[in-house]
């Protein structure tokens, strides 16, 4: 069954991230990112701070 956390990476790269960040329990976290995907993009570092100054 493919795995549906992370916004549907592929569930080895989903938990051995969680398991280099110190997660002992990945089915909180995984549940997290599950219901609400973009709590997993500073996880992958990428970050969402847009620059509204000269817009």
Known sequence: ????SFASMPGEL???VLKLLGAADIAEPTRA???EPERALPILGIINDPDTCGT
């Open 1 to 4: 069954m493919p795995s549906t």
């Open 14 to 16: 989903d938990i051995g």
């Open 33 to 35: 990112i599950r219901d």
